[in-house]
């Protein structure tokens, strides 16, 4: 018998930083309602908008570089990313209708509501894959598509087009990276400059807080919907990007590479970052916001520490499991089968 192949080892560090960038996505969504009271929130909330997002989409970008569109990856796509964005849009609306009291508000699949925006971005960066790979120059082209999305207000919200457009340079730019690139970021000179390069930036935001519409980092309006002249969107694009490659930079200097408590939670990311969203959207609907003492800094604190833990536990396996037929539903039944496949197992059978 031929030996069985040796099962490939997930990476802590990869893990590791998917842990933490999801914990602080949650953190961003818990610090938005203190913005307004509190400057020392805007700054934190713009800074970390201005990364989270981004590391997180350079490292989905990174593992797909395999993708070829064949028969089996194109299957996990649509079992991984095209039917949870199905169930999730559909299990968002229902609860808008709920919790929101909006009983009439529509079901729509090209209208991606609240985080379901994710996963029509990485079904579609994924698909596109094969040809970022033959491109001589693939993160140029995609920079001058998000400047010309950026400056074009006709795109619409269908499937959520500018996000899609506007956040892909990060994704090719995952694509480009080799493992040597995340050594060079790792070594102890990296992380040592990255500390006064994060508070530089605190700096700056905690200076264009009151300043700056928050809204360029959501990256889902173009510069004239936001009320700013149209090249100021191909600037704000291009300076952006610089400034969220950079603290991505730092934020992967940051990340350890050994295997900690946590670094299991790395898989269950998608479903914290899912899940989270219900909890995140009910404080508003719900007026959680409404209490007083949760704008004071021990409230402040207590929303930071509620959500780290919040979306620590829904990453654990137990709520995986809970959730996998959403998240990873088997559906061997909606396929037809590889004849490839067929033909090995039958070869292997005769012998």
Not at 180 to 188: D, G, L, T, Y
Not at 224 to 233: F, M, R, T, Y
Request: glycine share 6%.
């Amino acid at each position: 018998m031929a030996p069985k192949p040796p099962v490939k080892r997930r990476d802590s560090f990869f893990d590791n930083a998917k842990y933490l960038a999801i914990v602080l996505v949650a953190m961003g969504h818990a610090w938005e309602p203190l913005r307004g009271d509190s400057r020392a929130a805007a700054a934190l909330y713009i800074t970390v908008y201005t990364f989270h997002m981004p590391a997180f989409i350079v490292i989905s970008g990174y593992f797909s570089r395999s993708f070829d569109a064949s028969p089996g990856r194109l299957k996990r796509l649509v079992t991984g990313i095209a039917v949870p964005y199905v169930i999730f849009e559909v299990a968002y609306t229902f609860f808008k209708r709920w919790a929101g009291d909006d009983p009439t508000y529509p079901i729509s699949l090209l209208d991606p509501w609240y985080l379901t925006w994710f996963l029509v971005a990485l079904f579609v960066w994924r698909l596109t894959t094969p040809l970022w790979k033959v491109v001589r120059r693939p993160l140029p082209i995609a920079l001058a598509i998000a400047v010309l999305a950026s400056v074009s207000p006709d795109i619409g919200d269908d499937l959520d087009l500018q996000r899609v457009l506007q956040f892909l340079p990060f994704f090719v730019l995952g694509l480009c990276l080799k493992p040597e690139h995340f050594q060079i970021v790792r070594r102890r000179e990296a992380r040592i400059l990255a500390l006064p390069v994060f508070a530089a930036a605190l700096l700056f935001a905690y200076w264009a807080a009151p300043r700056m519409n928050a809204a360029w980092f959501y990256r889902r309006d173009s510069a004239q919907e936001l009320a700013a002249p149209g090249w100021s969107g191909a600037v704000m694009t291009l300076g952006m990007f610089g400034c969220s490659a950079v603290l991505v930079a730092c934020f992967f200097a940051w990340v350890p590479g050994r295997r900690l408590w946590f670094t299991a939670l790395g898989a269950g990311t998608l479903y914290g970052y899912l899940l989270h969203g219900f909890i995140a959207k009910g404080s508003r609907f719900w007026d959680w916001y409404e209490l007083d003492w949760l704008h004071t800094p021990l409230g402040e604190i207590t929303v930071t520490l509620g959500a780290a833990t919040l979306i620590t536990v829904l990453c654990t396996p137990p709520v995986q499991r809970l959730f996998r037929f959403a998240m990873e539903p088997d559906m061997e039944w909606a396929f037809k089968k590889d004849a490839q496949a067929v033909a090995r197992g039958r070869g292997a059978h005769r012998r």
